[in-house]
């Protein structure tokens, strides 16, 4: 008790201090005369209270894992049990810090939960900040479109919800009929988010860096500049619908996909006017089943788009969440997929999507020096050997089939090797790998988590990845063509390692259907007894037991 009011006072001098350069370096300047100057103030009152609860949660939270695990063994049982124990407190105190800060702080928290290198207890408690955000009122969303559209909205609209379909961190959708009849989708930006922005990570910056001051072990400096780069792009309305329309581009020829149409007229940095897509979200699968929609389908649907986008377009949506996918129940197979929230994309390096497809190539056949080899390229040195066990569920000794479950062996050889690891083994891993590598893993831990909420099996997405993985390096989709000899006979090489693969995988498939074929027997044989039984016990009733007395 002792320490909480030095602390606080600290926290408040500390936060005062940083909110004031990050509003303005020369803020102290009070002569001027703007007439947005006292909402400056308020900015940076707001930004000195949201500041400090941030600071005082981090320093008490360093403080518990400085303390609740000093003098313990760290191979010993009892440290693994106390360090679970001060994640979860932890985690728990973030959620009620992101849960009073509201705004980026939720954003953060989100980027949290999608990442599989965090403690689970981190990703499973920030995980109910997803469907997490409070919408504002509708005067101030007017303004906002009133500011960017430059007219009265009743010139524009024939009508205008003032109750939003859908309200997140910076943002929130109403749904409006433009004069013609055509139905649209507005999402419109929060006012202050810029002003917000530079405040709350300026502090988060901070924090980080005390962080890794306080704990060597423990560096997040990767994971804030990753946060921060999301974010200042998704704050600019006008690329993300190029981004949008790049998209629909990409996905011309594919009929399972639905990307809204952007009006640009009425489309500026804060407000988005689209097309408006009906459906519910990917991880409904009660209103799949009501549909008559199959969730595996729509799994393998969802797993193939951001395959190819990864693998072959390079092009990738940064924030696959449930939120963001739709599922229509209209298209050539009784569904399609419509993509939502276009503002956070990854241009991948093409050296980087080369290697990466080369990387899911060598993991389908577990071609070790090749993997080694690639591990070296992407600057992770010994850390190579956990690439199948992270993307595949494999060791990279293992003899088992793609998808293919560990034996408990392997289990036990794997527990052993991830207890010698230290948390700066790990830091170390996480800042060596390129951050189009960790853009990638967030991904892939989103379209886990739906792949699971859909029932689908680890294979349905391993199966997709190899797929587009060898589809991603045949030269006749990703370069011009080229008639010299030594690029055609390149292509040749290429193109019957790449059958030779695909084989494989089709022999894969063969097998897996096959493994289901007892399985199918048995069911029927069990269906046809059961039917058989009750022929004869109604015929044996009805014919031979005697008639009444």
């Known amino acids: 008790m002792w320490m909480r009011k030095p602390q606080a006072t600290l926290s408040l001098l500390t936060a005062t201090g940083l909110t004031f350069h990050a509003l303005n370096p020369r803020f102290p300047s009070f002569s001027h005369d703007s007439s947005d100057f006292p909402e400056k103030i308020r900015a940076a009152l707001d930004g000195v209270f949201r500041s400090s609860r941030a600071i005082s949660t981090i320093a008490l939270t360093a403080l518990?894992?400085?303390?609740?695990?000093?003098?313990?063994?760290?191979?010993?049982?009892?440290?693994?049990?106390?360090?679970?124990?001060?994640?979860?407190?932890?985690?728990?105190?973030?959620?009620?810090?992101?849960?009073?800060?509201?705004?980026?702080?939720?954003?953060?928290?989100?980027?949290?939960?999608?990442?599989?290198?965090?403690?689970?207890?981190?990703?499973?408690?920030?995980?109910?900040?997803?469907?997490?955000?409070?919408?504002?009122?509708?005067?101030?969303?007017?303004?906002?479109?009133?500011?960017?559209?430059?007219?009265?909205?009743?010139?524009?609209?024939?009508?205008?919800?003032?109750?939003?379909?859908?309200?997140?961190?910076?943002?929130?959708?109403?749904?409006?009929?433009?004069?013609?009849?055509?139905?649209?989708?507005?999402?419109?930006?929060?006012?202050?988010?810029?002003?917000?922005?530079?405040?709350?990570?300026?502090?988060?910056?901070?924090?980080?860096?005390?962080?890794?001051?306080?704990?060597?072990?423990?560096?997040?400096?990767?994971?804030?500049?990753?946060?921060?780069?999301?974010?200042?792009?998704?704050?600019?309305?006008?690329?993300?619908?190029?981004?949008?329309?790049?998209?629909?581009?990409?996905?011309?020829?594919?009929?399972m996909v639905k990307v809204p149409h952007v009006f640009w007229d009425l489309t500026t940095n804060q407000v988005l006017t689209m097309q408006f897509c009906r459906g519910q979200k990917v991880d409904d699968v009660v209103y799949m089943k009501k549909q008559g929609i199959d969730p595996i389908k729509v799994a393998k649907v969802v797993v193939e788009i951001f395959a190819e986008m990864i693998f072959v377009h390079g092009f990738v949506h940064g924030d696959p969440h449930p939120g963001n996918i739709l599922v229509c129940p209209e298209g050539r197979h009784g569904f399609s997929v419509v993509l939502l929230d276009h503002g956070i994309y990854r241009q991948l390096d093409e050296g980087f999507r080369l290697q990466y497809c080369e990387l899911w190539k060598a993991m389908i056949v577990l071609d070790s020096n090749k993997i080694q080899l690639l591990g070296e390229q992407f600057g992770v040195a010994k850390y190579f050997r956990y690439f199948p066990v992270i993307f595949t569920g494999r060791t990279i000794d293992s003899k088992r089939a793609l998808g293919g479950r560990m034996s408990d062996r392997e289990k036990s050889n794997l527990k052993k090797e991830l207890k010698s690891l230290r948390m700066e083994d790990i830091s170390s891993f996480m800042e060596s790998l390129p951050p189009d590598f960790l853009r990638i893993l967030r991904i892939d831990g989103l379209l886990r988590s739906i792949m699971n909420k859909l029932g689908a099996s680890q294979r349905v997405r391993l199966l997709a990845y190899a797929k587009f993985a060898l589809r991603g390096l045949s030269p006749g989709l990703n370069c011009e063509s080229d008639f010299s000899v030594k690029v055609m006979l390149s292509r040749l090489k290429t193109n019957i390692s790449y059958l030779q693969l695909r084989l494989a995988l089709e022999v894969l498939e063969l097998l897996y259907r096959v493994t289901q074929v007892p399985k199918l027997l048995y069911a029927w044989y069990g269906s046809i007894s059961g039917l058989l039984r009750g022929i004869f016990n109604s015929y044996y009733r009805d014919d031979f037991l005697p008639k009444g007395r």
């Open 64 to 255: 518990d894992y400085k303390f609740s695990m000093r003098g313990l063994p760290t191979d010993s049982d009892e440290y693994r049990r106390k360090l679970s124990e001060v994640h979860l407190r932890s985690a728990e105190r973030i959620l009620k810090l992101c849960d009073a800060n509201k705004g980026f702080y939720v954003k953060a928290g989100q980027f949290v939960a999608a990442l599989r290198q965090v403690p689970k207890e981190y990703s499973s408690t920030l995980s109910a900040l997803q469907d997490q955000a409070v919408p504002y009122h509708f005067k101030a969303i007017k303004e906002v479109l009133i500011r960017n559209l430059g007219q009265d909205l009743s010139e524009i609209f024939l009508s205008l919800e003032e109750n939003p379909i859908a309200a997140a961190s910076i943002a929130q959708v109403h749904r409006a009929v433009l004069k013609d009849g055509q139905e649209v989708a507005i999402k419109v930006q929060y006012a202050g988010l810029q002003q917000q922005l530079k405040i709350d990570t300026t502090i988060m910056s901070f924090l980080s860096k005390s962080i890794a001051w306080f704990f060597p072990e423990y560096r997040f400096e990767w994971l804030v500049s990753e946060f921060v780069e999301d974010i200042v792009v998704e704050l600019d309305f006008i690329q993300e619908a190029r981004n949008s329309e790049r998209t629909a581009n990409n996905f011309k020829n594919n009929k």
